[in-house]
C-alpha cells in the first residue's frame, strides 16, 4: 500500500481516515463512527482527524479476544 509509507520507506506516523479504513480494511464510516463514539484515538490536526498509527496498534492490541480453550 503506498499510503502507508513515507518517502523513505518508512511507515506514516499519522494516517487519515481513509488510510486507516484500509489499514484496518473497514469502510471509512466505521472509521468516523468509531472515532466519534471515542473508541478511535485521534487528533485533530488544522481541524482535519488525523490517527496516530502507534496508538491504533495499541488500541488494536489491547482491544484483542484471545481464543477460548475447550
Do not use: C, W
Not at 469502510?27 to 485521534?42: D, I, M, N
Amino acid at each position: 500500500m503506498t499510503t502507508e509509507s513515507n518517502e523513505h520507506n518508512q511507515p506514516k506516523a499519522f494516517l487519515s481516515p481513509e488510510e486507516l479504513a484500509e489499514f484496518l480494511s473497514v469502510s471509512k464510516a466505521t472509521v468516523y463512527r468509531l472515532a466519534g463514539r471515542r473508541k478511535l484515538p485521534f487528533h485533530r490536526i488544522g481541524g482535519m482527524l488525523r490517527f496516530k498509527r502507534q496508538e491504533v496498534e495499541k488500541y488494536l492490541e489491547d482491544e484483542r479476544f484471545d481464543p477460548v480453550k475447550f
